[in-house]
């Protein structure tokens, strides 16, 4: 059966995607949600969350990043980050229970498996988290200014190149509940074959 069609996402259904991405857990690495917590409040690069070395934790609100690429320092509050990821900062150790970026990512493609979210040629799965942080701060009025001082960027050009690029996706929105499937995605169903497991 071949598959859908991509679908331009709105803004909106963006953000809707990677919050509920954000709610699931999963049951084997339940730490992944932290995350794609991080993913979710601070738009890193998924390489960034996993690099302890990367940060320097001075107080509750001024935990700095030095991004990838070269670019400005950028810093957070330690209320907007996950325990996991401040705990590896402090201790410098690796975060989320030093689980490679590889099986974060896996995490979320077993999450979901009936929608894809993606670019006219590569998938999205954990950059549109950075997509949609730079979309909602462009819709709220941010100017790219201050877009770009955010996230550090020497180039003027970098903001309108996230809030612009169009992303799809390819199935159906998620809704609020979670089904468990097995390996061959399959609804897992309870013991008296009535109902389908969901969390």
């Not at 259904?13 to 509920?20: G, N, R």
């Not at 320097?56 to 990821?85: C, H, M, Q, W």
């Not at 929608?115 to 100017?143: M, Q």
Request: charged content about 15%; overall charge negative.
């Amino acid at each position: 059966m071949p598959l859908p069609a991509p679908v331009l996402l709105t803004d909106s259904e963006l953000d809707l995607c990677c919050d509920w991405l954000r709610d699931q857990v999963y049951i084997y690495y339940p730490v992944a949600s932290s995350f794609m917590n991080d993913l979710y409040n601070t738009g890193c690069r998924p390489q960034e969350l996993l690099d302890q070395t990367l940060w320097i934790y001075n107080s509750p609100t001024d935990v700095e990043l030095t991004p990838l690429k070269g670019n400005s320092t950028r810093t957070f509050l330690e209320a907007d980050l996950s325990a996991s990821l401040i705990y590896a900062i402090q201790n410098n150790i690796k975060p989320y229970n030093s689980l490679t970026l590889r099986q974060l990512t896996s995490v979320m493609k077993k999450m979901i498996t009936w929608f894809k979210i993606e670019t006219v040629d590569k998938s999205a799965i954990d950059y549109g988290f950075r997509y949609n942080v730079i979309k909602k701060l462009h819709n709220a009025g941010s100017t790219d200014a201050a877009i770009q001082a955010v996230f550090g960027w020497s180039s003027s050009l970098m903001p309108a190149s996230y809030y612009g690029q169009s992303l799809y996706i390819v199935g159906s929105l998620p809704t609020s509940t979670f089904y468990i499937t097995d390996n061959s995605r399959n609804f897992l169903i309870d013991d008296s074959s009535n109902f389908i497991i969901s969390q």
